[in-house]
């Protein structure tokens, strides 16, 4: 390993170096990283054998010599595979690399990785299965292995590889030069850039770096004689965005000294197209949206809108919504229909962050693949999740506003004025009811009320929260009711997770320590328990199944099944928590909760499964749940995490 820290081990130094106490357990490191702890006590003992004063051992845990541990965190030069994982990506992008030539792995595993050969078959049985999701195959003969399938497939191969490097680092125009440091990577982008200003197009920063990355895959492949086989293709009209992506072909090819054949010149025009929308988009409406859009995306929407108003938070009415959600559906059509994968960098953020918009979107790319064949991977899933976010937050953010009253005896105008300031502060955290004169006028509306806002001080206000201001509102005072805006709405959260929870869950479907062998045995025995305790009828168990090849739920070590279809008799949630984790996809899950849908009740789901994801995902509450050995201990455990 050098003096290099590589994958897993660096990742397990940072968390150690930036932990807030001293000693660690291997427990927190396992919850942290997503790993078993057997796992975590290999690094350490890896790490433990080549570094001997890195790190201590004893019943509290684990301690790290900082000092020592940024020295090596903060070398940075030609990383050797060390991690599975890594070694694998080494090894595809080596096949990769020299595809029609064979591939030493007797000289690799000895001269470039430093494994048994042992290690290096089991990659490759790995390496195996990745390459069937690319239509390819490799051949081994003695030592030698020789990749086989289409250069358009090793493309795609290529780029996934190189977006899940991307996906632990920032992906970025720098992080594309470090990749081709031979070529002018910022020619390709401010070319684009600059033809597409010209031609009235614009490309977000997304797209544009996708834009970048796979043009500069086919440089580098026809650069070394890697050609996709030529093919004609009939072009049906000379539209606006076939001409600019002639203009930006042109630019290539002179600027790089290659020519593109009518395959890969019909390739990299689907790239550029798929990715455009007219720069004056803010000027298109939905008069006259036909103009843009053909009308297979025409046929797609009005299911997709239908599905979004069934959500209840989305207007699918706004124009200005769906004039730029057609236009993004008008896109993703051509980039499915030409086989072309667009990657999305936000995805895995997205994900965990906003998991009840990333499942909404979900949902509808499960009605965009019933209507069209298509499938819809998480990137795409996550970019229609970009669309609905903004307007679906707006509309949730009413849920969680206090109720106020002002109490201001009558003088003047001042009153008004004193709303004015709370409204332009508060105006997103807080609902005004009413500005009263007398304390006794709030005893006939106090159980609506939340918090009374107050320039005279009083003694009995019924029960209700209560800040005393000046009349003049000073900063003192807006800390003070900002203060105890935050105390009423995380107090109105843990009643209302906590009655939610009791009214959903209980002891007959919670479950502790059960061995499953991986998710699809995890999820039949939960599902026919949900079954067994009426809860939903029998084709549940296959919905649950469905929906979780579709798309993982597993969120880190923590997986929350479900049914596409809220046609349950019951909204309900069965509980699993496991200290030895259960296989889950490429996750090591520890925590299942599998959730029965309602559809009378989908919105106390949206509101349970937004809230533990997201509480869930802080490594120190996961630890906390697994220590729960009661049903009721989990319920009070969760609340208090809040």
Request: glycine content about 4%.
């Given at each position: 390993?050098?003096?290099?820290?590589?994958?897993?081990?660096?990742?397990?130094?940072?968390?150690?170096?930036?932990?807030?106490?001293?000693?660690?357990?291997?427990?927190?490191?396992?919850?942290?990283?997503?790993?078993?702890?057997?796992?975590?006590?290999?690094?350490?003992?890896?790490?433990?054998?080549?570094?001997?004063?890195?790190?201590?051992?004893?019943?509290?845990?684990?301690?790290?010599?900082?000092?020592?541990?940024?020295?090596?965190?903060?070398?940075?030069?030609?990383?050797?595979?060390?991690?599975?994982?890594?070694?694998?990506?080494?090894?595809?992008?080596?096949?990769?690399?020299?595809?029609?030539?064979?591939?030493?792995?007797?000289?690799?595993?000895?001269?470039?990785?430093?494994?048994?050969?042992?290690?290096?078959?089991?990659?490759?049985?790995?390496?195996?299965?990745?390459?069937?999701?690319?239509?390819?195959?490799?051949?081994?003969?003695?030592?030698?292995?020789?990749?086989?399938?289409?250069?358009?497939?090793?493309?795609?191969?290529?780029?996934?590889?190189?977006?899940?490097?991307?996906?632990?680092?920032?992906?970025?125009?720098?992080?594309?030069?470090?990749?081709?440091?031979?070529?002018?990577?910022?020619?390709?982008?401010?070319?684009?850039?600059?033809?597409?200003?010209?031609?009235?197009?614009?490309?977000?920063?997304?797209?544009?770096?996708?834009?970048?990355?796979?043009?500069?895959?086919?440089?580098?492949?026809?650069?070394?004689?890697?050609?996709?086989?030529?093919?004609?293709?009939?072009?049906?009209?000379?539209?606006?965005?076939?001409?600019?992506?002639?203009?930006?072909?042109?630019?290539?090819?002179?600027?790089?000294?290659?020519?593109?054949?009518?395959?890969?010149?019909?390739?990299?025009?689907?790239?550029?197209?798929?990715?455009?929308?007219?720069?004056?988009?803010?000027?298109?409406?939905?008069?006259?949206?036909?103009?843009?859009?053909?009308?297979?995306?025409?046929?797609?929407?009005?299911?997709?809108?239908?599905?979004?108003?069934?959500?209840?938070?989305?207007?699918?009415d706004n124009d200005k919504f769906m004039t730029r959600f057609m236009l993004h559906i008008n896109n993703l059509l051509m980039r499915l229909k030409n086989n072309y994968e667009r990657k999305n960098p936000l995805a895995g953020h997205i994900k965990t962050s906003c998991p009840m918009v990333f499942e909404c979107a979900v949902t509808l790319s499960e009605v965009i693949n019933k209507k069209t064949g298509y499938r819809i991977d998480e990137h795409e899933t996550a970019y229609i999740a970009l669309h609905i976010g903004s307007l679906l937050s707006a509309n949730l953010s009413g849920m969680n506003k206090v109720s106020c009253v002002i109490l201001f005896p009558g003088y003047y105008d001042y009153g008004e004025r004193l709303i004015s300031q709370l409204t332009g502060s508060f105006d997103s955290m807080i609902i005004i009811q009413c500005v009263i004169t007398h304390i006794e006028e709030l005893k006939p509306i106090a159980d609506g009320v939340d918090l009374l806002i107050s320039v005279v001080n009083i003694e009995n206000f019924y029960d209700v929260e209560f800040v005393c201001v000046n009349p003049f509102m000073t900063e003192y005072d807006f800390d003070a009711i900002r203060s105890r805006i935050e105390k009423i709405r995380q107090n109105k959260k843990k009643r209302r997770l906590f009655e939610y929870l009791k009214q959903i869950s209980g002891p007959d479907i919670f479950l502790r320590n059960t061995a499953f062998n991986n998710e699809d045995d995890a999820i039949r025995y939960m599902s026919d328990l949900m079954v067994k305790n009426g809860y939903a009828g029998k084709t549940f168990v296959e919905e649950v199944l469905s929906r979780e090849h579709s798309y993982s739920t597993a969120y880190g070590n923590i997986a929350i099944p479900h049914s596409m279809r809220m046609s349950a008799k019951k909204t309900g949630m069965a509980v699993l928590l496991n200290e030895k984790p259960v296989p889950w996809g490429q996750n090591m899950v520890n925590i299942v909760l599998l959730f029965t849908i309602e559809k009378e009740t989908r919105n106390l789901f949206y509101d349970i499964f937004n809230n533990l994801i997201t509480l869930l995902l802080e490594a120190p509450n996961a630890a906390k749940i697994l220590d729960c050995k009661t049903y009721d201990d989990f319920i009070k455990t969760i609340v208090d995490c809040l």
């Amino acid at each position: 390993m050098d003096n290099h820290i590589y994958g897993k081990y660096k990742k397990l130094l940072g968390i150690m170096v930036h932990t807030e106490n001293d000693w660690i357990t291997a427990a927190d490191l396992s919850a942290a990283m997503n790993i078993s702890v057997r796992s975590v006590k290999n690094y350490l003992s890896d790490l433990t054998s080549i570094y001997n004063d890195l790190i201590q051992s004893s019943r509290k845990g684990y301690k790290i010599n900082r000092i020592l541990a940024k020295q090596l965190l903060s070398v940075s030069l030609t990383e050797r595979p060390y991690a599975p994982e890594e070694r694998i990506r080494f090894i595809l992008k080596k096949l990769l690399a020299a595809p029609y030539k064979p591939l030493d792995i007797f000289q690799l595993s000895e001269e470039e990785i430093f494994v048994s050969m042992e290690t290096v078959k089991k990659d490759l049985s790995i390496i195996r299965k990745r390459l069937r999701e690319f239509d390819m195959y490799i051949i081994t003969t003695g030592f030698e292995v020789v990749l086989e399938g289409s250069e358009l497939d090793k493309r795609k191969m290529l780029s996934n590889i190189l977006y899940e490097e991307f996906s632990r680092n920032a992906f970025s125009l720098t992080a594309i030069e470090k990749i081709f440091p031979q070529y002018n990577v910022k020619y390709v982008y401010n070319t684009i850039m600059e033809i597409c200003k010209r031609h009235c197009f614009f490309v977000n920063d997304y797209s544009l770096l996708t834009l970048v990355l796979d043009i500069m895959i086919g440089v580098e492949r026809i650069k070394n004689d890697y050609i996709l086989p030529e093919k004609l293709f009939y072009q049906d009209a000379v539209t606006p965005e076939y001409i600019l992506a002639r203009d930006i072909v042109s630019s290539l090819e002179e600027y790089f000294h290659i020519t593109y054949n009518n395959f890969e010149l019909n390739e990299i025009m689907v790239i550029i197209v798929s990715n455009l929308i007219k720069s004056d988009f803010d000027k298109i409406t939905m008069k006259d949206i036909d103009k843009y859009v053909n009308a297979d995306c025409y046929a797609l929407v009005q299911p997709l809108k239908t599905q979004m108003a069934s959500f209840d938070f989305i207007d699918a009415d706004n124009d200005k919504f769906m004039t730029r959600f057609m236009l993004h559906i008008n896109n993703l059509l051509m980039r499915l229909k030409n086989n072309y994968e667009r990657k999305n960098p936000l995805a895995g953020h997205i994900k965990t962050s906003c998991p009840m918009v990333f499942e909404c979107a979900v949902t509808l790319s499960e009605v965009i693949n019933k209507k069209t064949g298509y499938r819809i991977d998480e990137h795409e899933t996550a970019y229609i999740a970009l669309h609905i976010g903004s307007l679906l937050s707006a509309n949730l953010s009413g849920m969680n506003k206090v109720s106020c009253v002002i109490l201001f005896p009558g003088y003047y105008d001042y009153g008004e004025r004193l709303i004015s300031q709370l409204t332009g502060s508060f105006d997103s955290m807080i609902i005004i009811q009413c500005v009263i004169t007398h304390i006794e006028e709030l005893k006939p509306i106090a159980d609506g009320v939340d918090l009374l806002i107050s320039v005279v001080n009083i003694e009995n206000f019924y029960d209700v929260e209560f800040v005393c201001v000046n009349p003049f509102m000073t900063e003192y005072d807006f800390d003070a009711i900002r203060s105890r805006i935050e105390k009423i709405r995380q107090n109105k959260k843990k009643r209302r997770l906590f009655e939610y929870l009791k009214q959903i869950s209980g002891p007959d479907i919670f479950l502790r320590n059960t061995a499953f062998n991986n998710e699809d045995d995890a999820i039949r025995y939960m599902s026919d328990l949900m079954v067994k305790n009426g809860y939903a009828g029998k084709t549940f168990v296959e919905e649950v199944l469905s929906r979780e090849h579709s798309y993982s739920t597993a969120y880190g070590n923590i997986a929350i099944p479900h049914s596409m279809r809220m046609s349950a008799k019951k909204t309900g949630m069965a509980v699993l928590l496991n200290e030895k984790p259960v296989p889950w996809g490429q996750n090591m899950v520890n925590i299942v909760l599998l959730f029965t849908i309602e559809k009378e009740t989908r919105n106390l789901f949206y509101d349970i499964f937004n809230n533990l994801i997201t509480l869930l995902l802080e490594a120190p509450n996961a630890a906390k749940i697994l220590d729960c050995k009661t049903y009721d201990d989990f319920i009070k455990t969760i609340v208090d995490c809040l």
